[in-house]
């Protein structure tokens, strides 16, 4: 159990950098894609958004997997982690698709 702990604060605090990271390469990207009206570098900028999102939402899913067991869910709350990469696996492969076509 300790172990668990400890892991989900190392995985949030990676979390917590890496989402830092991302919102300040999307605030430069922004910056510079629209002083120089680079569509490319604000495309890109949007990309950086979309990496942001799927930071916050980890986050959340982290600390919603991590509670501990209750009455509803006797063997606890992990599985919600499978289930959230699906259902964000799932979004990335519907947004790429429509962007290929």
Do not use: C
Not at 73 to 92: C, D, M, N, Q
């Amino acid at each position: 159990m300790k172990h668990s702990i400890q892991r989900d604060k190392r995985v949030r605090r990676v979390i917590l950098i890496e989402g830092s990271a991302n919102l300040l390469v999307l605030i430069l990207k922004t910056i510079v894609g629209l002083s120089t009206g680079s569509m490319a570098i604000l495309a890109d900028a949007i990309h950086s958004l979309t990496d942001l999102t799927n930071n916050v939402i980890a986050w959340f899913v982290i600390h919603f997997s991590s509670l501990p067991a209750d009455r509803e869910h006797p063997y606890g709350h992990r599985k919600f982690e499978t289930l959230a990469v699906f259902v964000l696996a799932s979004i990335l492969a519907r947004i790429s698709h429509q962007a290929a076509v």
